[in-house]
């Protein structure tokens, strides 16, 4: 089992930037892909961004990209995302999940979650 915590979700103003963290726990080991997703009221979860595990490749959802950075930590256990240039349209609660293997986009290919964090934008 993994157990992923993320933190650092808040309110901002559009424009601005925050960076969410999750700290990975368990049985983590070399291999895991580590994923972003994302979930506003009244809609589907929907997939952020990706990370392998050496990070070399990253995937993102073009929603996000140009605004969005994933990187990731191994010595810590912990995969970051920086969101910059913030749209209200952001607004949702941030997932983090983890997988083995290559990266995938979907939300039935991830085996473990994390609670959500919140993330609003205000206009």
């Known amino acids: 089992q993994v157990q992923l915590v993320e933190s650092g979700g808040g309110l901002v103003q559009a424009g601005g930037s925050l960076r969410l963290s999750c700290a990975a726990s368990?049985?983590?080991?070399?291999?895991?892909?580590m994923g972003w997703f994302r979930q506003a009221p009244g809609k589907e979860r929907e997939f952020v961004a990706a990370i392998s595990w050496s990070g070399l490749s990253t995937e993102y959802a073009d929603s996000v990209k140009g605004r969005f950075t994933i990187s990731r930590d191994n010595a810590k256990n912990t995969v970051f995302l920086q969101m910059d240039s913030l749209k209200p349209e952001d607004t949702a609660v941030y997932y983090c999940?983890?997988?083995?293997?290559?990266?995938?986009?979907?939300?039935?290919?991830?085996?473990?979650w994390g609670q959500g964090t919140q993330v609003t934008v205000s206009s």
């Open positions: 999940a983890a997988k083995y293997s290559k990266i995938l986009r979907r939300v039935d290919d991830y085996d473990y």
């Open positions: 368990g049985r983590t080991s070399s291999g895991y892909v």
